[in-house]
């Protein structure tokens, strides 16, 4: 790993801003990508951004980072998990956790997709080897492994993890569908990991509905909500569930409600796209997600019955060309904002950043110069856009850009704000530091 620092002769305005944590992919259990706290960054000053720090991995990396008490966290495709200094950059330590087997024709071998969770001394990490780790958070020594499937078969966790009431939940898929495997979702109980329960999303012996998504999870109502892919098979009757948006019992993962993505005849490789996102409006308890074929469909919950849709974008088979959405909805009390590919066929803009108030009414849309591909994060006044043509923050209230990193590089991971920074991981494998630089103080600084 190479870490390059910017000497700049002036304190940072993020140290004033207090920790900060961002301890779980899309920041919560609900999954609504804010950070209400976040307050040292604002339209004023965003435009002032500047790189902290640069580190270079080893591999692309496509998750967003994981923050915890001034470290941050997060695998590369090179099979490394890394922990850095969250202010200076530097590797505190790095452990290999596996790769995943290529699929010929299909996809390179690669590692680590999943965003791990953050719990006390321990850091929860999906591998590149389909197993699920527990590591010491001052050491990177491995104090457990779970293999959840077999990638000489063809599976991969894309999943992040979440971690709710002593147990940890994460999807299963196929690397690429090249060949299929059995999808489903394990729940690992913290206090006995070698024995996790998983529920299968097809019967014994067949394969489909896998789960690239993230898990969201209602503690209160003790559910589980998960997205599917592999629409092609959809029969609730016999257990066959793509392409499905489920509510499951939390504890025995059973079906406590569904709904399945509409299947049209000229809708290529129909599936959903993101992670379900759990909010609430007028007092209606709701869910978000997005299809690959471009729609956002909002559901009330538990019974998961369509409230409204919205057609964002074009369906396709391949969003990262810009089309369709995997890009997780975000909602900040007020507006759901969610990413997508292009809205028509003339290829401009190649991607949109949309946004809507909690009833569904446009509020408005920005063109983004490639597909947006990432989760957006919300922070008062603001929207982190990480799309393939790089980094940009837009006003909340009007979607006008405020600033952007000047096209540094593709990005498929979530922008992460947190303590007054923000976190962006490139698919080139640079993970970067911006902060707003501030004069020192004399006093602090005397000559």
């Known amino acids: 790993m190479f870490i390059r620092a910017i000497p700049i002769a002036y304190c940072l305005l993020n140290s004033l801003a207090g920790a900060g944590d961002w301890k779980m992919y899309l920041g919560n259990l609900a999954h609504t990508s804010a950070a209400p706290s976040e307050t040292a960054i ?34 590369d495709w090179a099979g490394s998990f890394h922990a850095l200094d969250a202010r200076t950059g530097a590797e505190n330590w790095n452990t290999f956790l596996g790769m995943a087997p290529a699929a010929e024709g299909c996809m390179p071998s690669i590692g680590i997709s999943a965003q791990p969770v953050v719990d006390s001394d321990t850091v929860y990490a ?13 050491t990177g020594e491995v104090r457990w492994r779970v293999a959840l499937a077999d990638p000489a078969a063809g599976s991969y966790i894309w999943s992040s993890l979440m971690l709710s009431q002593g147990a940890l939940y994460v999807g299963i898929a196929s690397l690429s569908d090249c060949p299929l495997v059995r999808g489903g979702i394990a729940r ?39 997205t599917t892919g592999n629409g092609s098979s959809q029969d609730a009757v016999n257990g066959v569930w ?35 996102m759990l909010f ?57 904002v969610t990413g997508a590919g292009q809205p028509d066929g003339d290829l401009a803009p190649a991607g949109t950043v949309t946004a809507f108030d909690a009833a569904g009414r446009l509020l408005w849309q920005y063109a983004a110069r490639k ?7 919300l922070t ?19 979607g006008a850009e405020l600033w952007n990193d000047g096209g540094r590089g593709g990005i498929y991971s979530q922008p992460v704000v947190a303590g007054g920074r923000l976190y962006a991981t490139y ?14 103080a004399p006093e602090r600084h005397p000559k």
Do not use: H
Request: charged share 15%.
């Open 42 to 75: 604002g339209p004023a000053n965003v435009a002032q951004f500047k790189p902290l720090w640069t580190a270079a991995m080893s591999g692309p990396v496509v998750s967003g980072v994981t923050v915890a008490d001034g470290s941050i966290y997060f695998g």
């Open 126 to 138: 999906g591998g590149g080897d389909s197993a699920v780790y527990a590591l010491d958070r001052g």
């Open 188 to 226: 690992i109980p913290l206090d006995d990991p070698a024995n996790p329960r998983i529920r299968y999303f097809t019967p014994e012996g067949t394969q489909g509905a896998g789960v690239w998504s993230t898990p969201a999870i209602d503690e209160a109502n003790g559910l589980v909500y998960v």
């Open 242 to 276: 793509g392409s499905a948006l489920m509510a499951l019992d939390a504890g025995t993962l059973e079906t406590r409600s569904w709904f399945f993505l509409p299947q049209l005849p000229e809708e290529d490789d129909n599936d959903w796209g993101t992670s379900p």
């Open 280 to 336: 609430e409006s007028s007092g209606q308890q709701l869910v978000a997600a997005n299809g690959k074929n471009g729609t956002l469909y909002v559901l009330s919950r538990p019974d998961l019955q369509l409230v409204w849709s919205f057609k964002l974008a074009l369906d396709c088979d391949s969003p990262e060309v810009g089309c369709g959405s995997v890009s997780t909805p975000a909602f900040d009390g007020s507006a759901l």
């Open 371 to 377: 597909a947006v591909l990432a989760p957006v994060t």
């Open 380 to 398: 008062p006044g603001l929207v982190f856009v990480g799309s393939g043509a790089g980094l940009a923050v837009l006003d909340s209230s009007s």
């Open 427 to 440: 698919v080139n494998g640079d993970v970067v530091a911006w902060a707003i630089p501030v004069l020192d």
